[in-house]
């Protein structure tokens, strides 16, 4: 009767559809870089980004957890949760911006940058950081210092790192909006640029 059974069962799960399988997941962990501040939905480099991987051919979605005005303290404190409920395969982080305006200390976001990159691997994800420049407001020692934080993470934990920001962008006010801080609608494709590149290989593994 058992054998029966068990044979029941077998064939109706051969009948049932397969179940398909859910597309990868990149999730974007930043501020309003990211989240698209100032801009109209669907003008922001995130949604670009799930645009071009499906020109491209690539069956990932793209999950965007950013928040305007996020601290790299923020980003930690939300990570767990968006890495339980989203199970990524690529995770994005695009902080420390807001640490900067605020002139917070440069070993604190470095601790908190990699702390994110910690927990991303451990949840089985692989890692691209975004670099972002902070205005010189609290004198060329402090930016200098801000700006190593990010080589010293690609070399400590052997991962991606891409400029958001490239000179072309950052020193042309006409890819800003009118609070010199955001990024307009032009400059959007321009970030995305700079993002592919680095996040190609982890597409391609």
Known sequence: MRRVLVLALCLIA???PARSAEPPVILVVGDSLSAGYGLSPGQGWVTLLQQRLKEEGYGHRVV???VSGETTDGGVARLDRALATHRPGIVIIELGGNDG??????SRVQANLGLLITKSR?????VLLLAVRVPTNYGPQYSSSFQQIYRDLQKRYKIGVAALMSPEVALDLAYFQPDGIHPNARAQPLLLDNVWVQLTPLLNP
Not at 122 to 126: D, F, H, I, L, P
């Open 14 to 16: 051969a009948a049932l």
């Open 122 to 126: 451990a949840a089985g994800a692989e």
């Open 64 to 66: 965007n957890a950013s």
């Open 101 to 106: 305006l605020r002139g917070l200390p440069v």
